[in-house]
């Protein structure tokens, strides 16, 4: 099923690209030039140009011995007037530490030469003297500068991307024949796995007002969804939409290295996709009181409305926070059987402790609660009787994760989470179920990045039957879901993306146990 949270394609609490500046310059005067080297990029990534941002990164590249990157970067500062000079004399250095003294007397000779600022002049002074006497040792670069950078009140952030795939099982059919027996009469099945191609859209706005000086306001508006090219397919088309309204507070304290984060909204959003039969690909049906067929096609849309409220707090090292969510979800009506229709009720909290500027342990508890309107609990043989009271799932999710960052620019996760569904009436849905993750992610050079992420989940039903038939055996489900992701920036906003999707489900109720991969590639432009 297609879904997403509130405008993930532009997330809500990422820095905007001059916050991700100021970090880059906080690591630097920590000393932290590798790690100020990555918020630097990050930052160029997300919009900002300024020639100070190319100076500093220089500088920082400088400090990390990187002399061929800090003379790129260098380079591109020489158009402002305010950092010409100093830009010139620390590609001076640069020259020198790379070994090539003769281009280094001449960006020194330059400084020295003009008339404008007196103090850079001594500094290349003292410098050429110094190349003239073979002294050993390498020159204190002009640092960072750090001018205030005036951002604009208004943003406009957007994000759209379109592909183009293949979906090797469009309907999420079981590969297999099967005997169905949740039916009275036992049929033997025969699915009909379907393939075809597709085509991914995601489109995410996002318009935020800097109100105050930690502060903003902000509108969203996300549409995600595919559809196939093959008309045979296109009742597996779907797509969701949703827009959004609420508050960024943002408070940081630099000497102490302490920041607030608080976010709020209130998000609708609609969900469309149509009810079939994997195994037949057409809609489910039912019969009326008078033995009429009903289609049961729209069983599944729904509208999803209610607020969120999150809050993140850092101390040096350790982070933790709070979030909140409710939501009502309200399905399409369809009078001739049980809706779908709920309360979603979520609490979360989390702690994070970061050991070193690359390592970290993450620990977070979620709990969460399902209240049906309208659909009858389960007994314990299966059955569901229409006097039977309203389903209620309860969920508790504690879970584990450590990340370590093995270079600037490649980083490698792990996750472990354990969650139990208790179900109110009899218990006849419960689970506990253990996830095991992976995540990897490497960024090669300043324009390709490569992403891949790994689930196995396995479920432990106690009192579910396959099929909910007490002549069968206990229910019993493994996936695994495998993602990879490669991005190739092409310009400051256009990027090509590819991904790759294959996703497994192990089961001994046959209607749910099948397999599907796509694969698709498209272009994405952010700004």
Do not use: C
């Amino acid at each position: 099923m297609l879904g997403f949270g509130l405008l993930s394609a532009v997330p809500a609490n990422a820095l905007t690209p001059v916050e991700l500046f100021e970090e880059g310059n906080r690591l630097y005067r920590d000393e932290l030039y590798w790690a100020a080297i990555l918020r630097y990029e990050q930052a160029g990534e997300a919009g900002l140009t300024i020639p100070l941002l190319y100076y500093n990164t220089g500088v920082a590249h400088y400090r990390a011995r990187q002399y061929n990157r800090a003379r790129d970067s260098l380079m591109q500062a020489l158009g402002s007037p305010e950092l010409r000079l100093a830009a010139q004399y620390n590609l001076g250095l640069t020259e020198y530490a790379a070994g090539d003294e003769e281009a280094a007397m001449r960006w020194f000779r330059l400084v020295r030469d003009q008339q404008q600022n007196r103090k850079m002049s001594t500094y290349a002074t003292e410098a050429i003297a110094r190349i003239r006497a073979g002294e050993p040792g390498e020159d204190e670069p002009v640092a960072e500068w750090t001018p205030p950078v005036e951002e604009e009140v208004a943003h406009f952030e957007l994000v759209a991307s379109a592909g183009f795939g293949t979906d090797t099982n469009a309907y999420r059919s079981p590969s297999a024949p099967y005997v169905d027996y949740s039916e009275t009469e036992t049929p033997v099945v025969t699915p009909t796995v379907q393939s075809g191609a597709y085509v991914p859209f995601d489109l995410g706005m996002k318009f935020r007002v800097d109100a105050y000086e930690s502060e903003s306001f902000f509108a969203a508006y996300r549409l995600a969804g595919l559809t196939y090219a093959d008309v045979a397919l296109n009742d597996a088309d779907e797509y969701a939409h949703e827009i959004s309204v609420g508050s960024e507070y943002r408070a940081r304290d630099e000497e102490r290295g302490r920041e607030r984060e608080i976010y709020s909204a209130f998000s609708i959003s609609e969900h469309q996709e149509w009810y079939f039969d994997p195994d037949t690909a057409s809609y489910f049906v039912t019969r009326d009181e008078d033995g009429n067929i009903q289609s049961l096609e729209n069983r599944m849309n729904y509208i999803r409305y209610g607020p969120e409220v999150n809050w993140r707090q850092t101390y040096s090292k350790i982070t933790f926070g709070l979030g909140f969510k409710g939501q009502i979800w309200n399905y399409e009506n369809e009078e001739f059987v049980p809706e779908y229709d709920h309360e979603y009720l979520v609490l979360t909290g989390f702690s994070q402790y970061k050991f070193t500027p690359s390592s970290l342990v993450r620990v977070a508890l979620k709990g969460s609660t399902r209240r049906f309107g309208e659909r009858p609990a389960f007994n314990l043989d299966g059955a569901v009787l229409p006097e039977n009271p309203d389903l209620e799932y309860d969920y508790i999710e504690v879970a584990l994760t450590a990340r370590q960052r093995i270079t600037d620019r490649m980083w490698l996760g792990f996750e472990y989470d354990y969650s139990s569904r208790t179900d109110k009436f009899e218990g006849y849905n419960d689970y506990i179920r253990d996830r095991y993750g992976a995540d990897f992610r490497w960024r090669i050079g300043h324009r390709f990045d490569v992403s891949v992420a790994g689930s196995y989940l396995l479920y432990d039903f106690s009192d579910a039957f396959a099929f909910n038939n007490p002549t069968q055996p206990r229910k019993t489900l493994e996936i695994i879901d495998v993602e990879a992701e490669a991005i190739f920036r092409v310009t400051e906003h256009l990027y090509i993306v590819a991904d790759a999707t294959l996703y497994d489900s192990a089961s001994n109720d046959l209607r749910i146990n099948y397999d599907r991969a796509q694969y698709s590639i498209g272009v994405r432009w952010s700004q």
